[in-house]
């Protein structure tokens, strides 16, 4: 008889050992398919959703900030937690405006895990013909400068460099608007 490596795990014992700024990290006990107990350190964060904003001359729109994980400065498509009952492309657009001051129309692109450690969901956007209505109201934490690259500068200098953050989001969104 073969056993089903890919089974669901039991979880055994979870205890929170640190919680901030809507993140978190559990210290998880699962029962394995083999039947001996592992320990994993798992990430859980609020939803959030990033957008890849265009505007009506196909510039990206990017948010510029120095990031403390990779301790570097990254471009961002523009984004962050949703906030309870908001839905994901209110989100988006009010992130948008936030951050860069554009406004656009909103698409959904798709959804996917932030990693395989993490229960978090992210969610990727588009924008269509994005023009700027505002100046943006970053949060005290955030120093950003606004960014808007065309659509060669931003794969070459940004994606395939490595140096975006919302990679994924990006290249979902690229695919939905066909421009992969």
Known sequence: MTSDTTASWREIERTT????????????????????NEEFYLKSERPAGAVLALT???????????????????????????????????????????????????????AYWLDAYSNTRRHAFYATDCVKIA??????????????????QFRTRVLRRGELTDTAAAYLALDALNLL
């Open 56 to 110: 009506p001359d196909r510039q990206v729109v990017l948010a510029r900030q120095y990031r403390p994980g990779p301790d570097s400065v990254l471009y961002e498509l523009p984004g962050g937690f949703l906030e309870p009952g908001e839905r994901a492309s209110e989100a988006v657009a009010r992130e948008l405006l936030e951050e860069t001051g554009y406004h656009g129309q909103i698409h959904a692109a798709g």
């Open 135 to 152: 100046e943006p109201t970053p949060e005290r934490t955030e120093f950003i400068d606004v960014v808007t690259l065309d659509l060669a």
């Open 17 to 36: 050992v640190f919680s901030k700024f809507g993140r978190s990290v559990d210290r998880t006990v699962f029962e394995l398919p083999d039947g001996r």
